[in-house]
DNA sequence: CTAGCCTTGATG
DNA sequence: CATCAAGGCTAG
């Protein structure tokens, strides 16, 4: 966030090892607010974004039905919550698993035993330690310290409690006085109170849960959230039961690599803005000013737009105007884009003449990145996405190249796109004149050629600007008459495209499904049925030539690579099992919300599939190409990239499996707390059987256990390994958050080289609709 | 300032 | 009335 951002470039003159100002008041922290405003401002801001820990990724609890429905299969599966507690399983499943200062967990736990018999929970049951093989759920997200409780919206321990509070209420200004990623554990997380609050609100911590008014008692409004965050412990303890029983045998205590992973979780002062959603809670009346002061830093529409304070707030360093400023800003949100649009598009012209790929990514000097004329982030698409139409641009003219023209005929070829019948709808923002959409062009006429009306939740508004949408609807491709898999046509191409053959058809041998949960194998079924139909367009892809020496990084093919993936992943979410069964508009805020971790999800399984030694220090890209991540050149770029690889290496080692990889791509998808969803049930249904599924098949089909020993890899972060079924569970879906932050800084990226060019380099084409795109409804 | 423990009070 | 997530207190 700028107020933190804007000392950056004076941390340094601090000497003192101390990292945070001891003392500041809330004049100081005004001016710091105000600092966001100020041409000091640059985009290496802190997060605001709640990374929506893998609690809120896989809730799975939040309806009542639901609820329901699950506690009943628990009683059925596990009887673990014995008492007749009517209130839900899930205070229980905390109250157990939390509660590592009495005996109460193992006496529960005995108790279920004793409940079950002989025939479900039939196992060896520790005196002790029960709550360390819990442990994995019972380690601070921000320190790694025993969890306290819920605290702010997570499960944190009392100190990280304490400290955010204390931040929070006494508006405190923290420095850090070395790059802003420090690492936070326990035993260091005095150290730097600037990244340490940073980390809270990375993992998640909400400000809203800080009371302005200071009452005490009661509950807030959060009770949704927190009942998720309970569910998806109340799962993965399940998951424990599950497992302890397949074992019948002692399981090996482990709680020691947990708080590994989470330390893994810093991240740099320039992750995404995005989607991060301090939420305001309206039956929330005593939000404190500082979420307020927090909710518009997260907004990047004031970064880098000074005259916006000055016109919304002519008092902006009056502390009475930012206390209780949330309608104020709230009312005002609109305007402020609309201003922002304007100064966008009148600063268009002169702003193209001086285009750098990428300069100011994670830039740290305000000089460079001061820019007012900085288009903002779409910080929460869906609520600004029908703010920025696509056609806002769209009488724009097409050649905002510049430089980097070239590129287009120097580094990508999309020739030869098979029974390339180009004609594309009127309309359709696919025939963009954007350089990305030039570039994705062929695939994409090719594809979104026929929308149909097969969507018959489609909002026909929409259906003619959605390359999404389009996307979604667009008329089944005849599998049959054009499968290069059925025929040998495609033999003569090059290895890449059979790499790519292998890859994309992840064939798998159905024969192994035996042992694999109901659900799972549906899954591969349908991946499987989808991967024959993908084969088409490998080829388009695999043409693509990424050439990193390029002063640029060659962004522009690669942007026009991520929107050919972009498509793909829509269209293998459109046939894919349960997400076909969701009304169109809801899909597309899933997609909207999802598409970049699936994305690199998917990336990640093809890296995976190769041996390591095959490509070290490279990133498997998506058209085969090995892409030694020391030749590029951006050092930002570069760090991304090595988080990226250092991500492979985490899944490497949990050895990560195909329904594994489908799983978790379910799971990413289906996220019933993405905003203005409204078959959440339905999605919550959908994600709490995948998670069922996921944690029987680690269970069952954990080869990893082998590697017992957690085991360093060759940067300074640990990784975890599982040592036993149950943690590869756990292991698994904590490798989301990593991939969130990875997928958070790439939008960053895409982004930023998408403001060099005024927004127009990825305008109309499918990944700036994601990115940036407009909401096909509300 | 930190962090552990205590008090409070809405909630179900 | 138990719960639990807020805020408060205070030794270190």
């Known amino acids: 966030m700028s107020k933190y951002e804007s000392h950056q470039t004076n941390n340094l003159r601090s000497n003192s090892t101390k990292s945070y100002s001891p003392e500041s008041n809330d004049d100081e922290f005004e001016e710091h607010i105000d600092d966001r405003n100020t041409p000091t401002t640059n985009d290496n801001s ?226 995404n803005g995005n989607s991060m959603q301090v939420k305001s809670e309206p039956e929330q009346p005593n939000l404190h000013s500082f979420q307020h002061m927090y909710s518009s830093l997260q907004n990047p529409t004031n970064v880098g737009h000074p005259s916006h304070v000055h016109h919304q707030n002519p008092h902006p360093h009056h502390p009475s105007s930012t206390h209780h400023s949330h309608h104020y800003q709230s009312s005002h949100h609109q305007q402020q884009q609309q201003q922002q649009q304007q100064q966008q598009k009148s600063s268009s012209t002169s702003a193209s003449t001086s285009f750098n790929v990428y300069p100011d990514f994670f830039n740290t000097n305000p000089n460079v990145t001061n ?155 349908s991946d499987q049925a989808y991967r024959c139909t993908e084969v088409r367009y490998i080829e388009d892809i695999q043409q693509i030539h990424i050439d990193l020496t390029r002063d640029d990084g060659d962004i522009l093919v690669v942007c026009s690579l991520l929107d050919k993936l972009c498509f793909l992943m829509v269209d293998w979410a459109r046939q894919s099992l349960y ?44 058209n085969g190409q090995l892409l030694n991540i020391n030749l590029i050149q951006n050092p930002a770029v570069k760090k991304l990239a090595e988080r990226y690889l250092q991500c492979v290496n985490d899944f490497r080692q949990l050895q990560w499996q195909y329904p594994e990889y489908l799983a978790l791509k379910y799971l990413v998808l289906f996220d019933p707390d993405v905003q203005g969803v409204t078959e959440s049930s339905l999605i919550e249904d959908v994600q709490e059987k995948i998670t069922n599924a996921l944690g029987e098949y680690t269970t069952d089909h954990n080869n990893s256990s082998s590697t017992s020993n957690p085991t360093k890899t060759s940067s300074s972060q640990q990784q975890q390994i599982p040592t036993n079924e149950q943690e590869k569970f756990a292991c698994i879906l904590l490798k989301l958050p990593d991939v969130r932050l990875v997928g958070n800084d790439l939008k960053k990226l895409l982004q930023l080289v998408d403001r060099k060019h005024d927004g127009k380099l990825l305008d109309g084409c499918l990944l700036g609709e994601m990115l940036n795109g407009l909401q096909s409804n509300n």
Not at 141 to 162: A, I, N
Not at 581 to 601: C, G, P, V
Not at 603 to 622: G, M, R, T
């Open 371 to 525: 820019n007012s004329r900085m288009p903002s982030f779409q910080l929460n698409p869906f609520n600004t996405y029908n703010k920025i139409s696509s056609t806002t641009y769209g009488h724009s003219p097409p050649s905002l190249l510049l430089p980097q023209t070239s590129s287009l005929s120097t580094g990508v070829s999309t020739t030869n796109t098979p029974t390339n019948n180009s004609n594309p709808p009127s309309g359709s923002s696919n025939s963009s004149s954007s350089p990305v959409g030039q570039l994705s062009s062929k695939l994409l006429d090719y594809q979104i050629s026929s929308p149909t009306t097969t969507g018959t939740n489609t909002n026909n508004s929409t259906s003619n600007t959605s390359s999404i949408l389009s996307t979604l609807t667009m008329q089944q491709q005849s599998i049959a008459s054009n499968d290069p898999m059925n025929t040998d046509n495609n033999t003569g191409t090059s290895s890449i495209y059979f790499y790519n053959h292998q890859y994309l058809a992840a064939s798998y041998d159905m024969n192994e499904t035996n042992n694999i949960p109901e659900i799972l194998t549906k899954l591969i079924e």
């Open 46 to 271: 802190i997060s605001m974004k709640t990374p929506q820990s893998i609690d809120d990724l896989l809730d799975v609890d939040d309806n009542d039905n639901q609820n329901e429905e699950n506690k009943e299969e628990i009683e059925n599966d596990n009887d673990d919550d014995g008492d007749a507690d009517d209130d839900d399983d899930d205070d229980d499943s905390t109250r157990l698993s939390i509660d590592d200062q009495n005996t109460s967990e193992t006496t529960r736990h005995k108790k279920s035993n004793e409940k079950n018999g002989p025939g479900v929970l039939d196992v060896p049951s520790p005196d002790v330690g029960l709550d360390v093989k819990f442990g994995f759920n019972d380690l601070c997200p921000v320190c790694g310290d025993k969890v306290s409780g819920f605290h702010y919206g997570l499960l944190t321990c009392e100190s990280c409690k304490g400290f955010f509070k204390r931040t929070v209420q006494n508006k405190k200004n923290y420095q850090c006085i070395d790059k802003q990623q420090c690492q936070i554990d326990k035993t260091q997380r005095k150290r730097c109170a600037f990244c340490r609050f940073k980390k809270c609100l990375q993992v998640g911590m909400k400000l809203e849960a800080v009371r302005e008014n200071r009452v005490r008692g009661g509950r807030n409004k959060f009770g949704p959230l927190y009942r998720r965050s309970r569910a998806l412990r109340q799962q993965i303890m399940r998951q424990h039961f599950v497992s302890m029983v397949k074992a019948q045998q002692n399981i090996m205590p482990n709680g020691n690599s947990i708080d590994t992973v989470h330390t893994s979780l810093d991240i740099t002062s320039v992750t």
């Open 579 to 622: 997400f076909k069964d969701i009304q169109i508009d809801n899909q597309i805020k899933l997609l909207k919300a999802a598409w970049i971790e699936i994305l690199i999800i998917d990336l990640i399984w093809k890296q995976c599939q190769q041996p390591k030694e095959s490509c070290l220090n490279c990133i498997v890209s998506a």
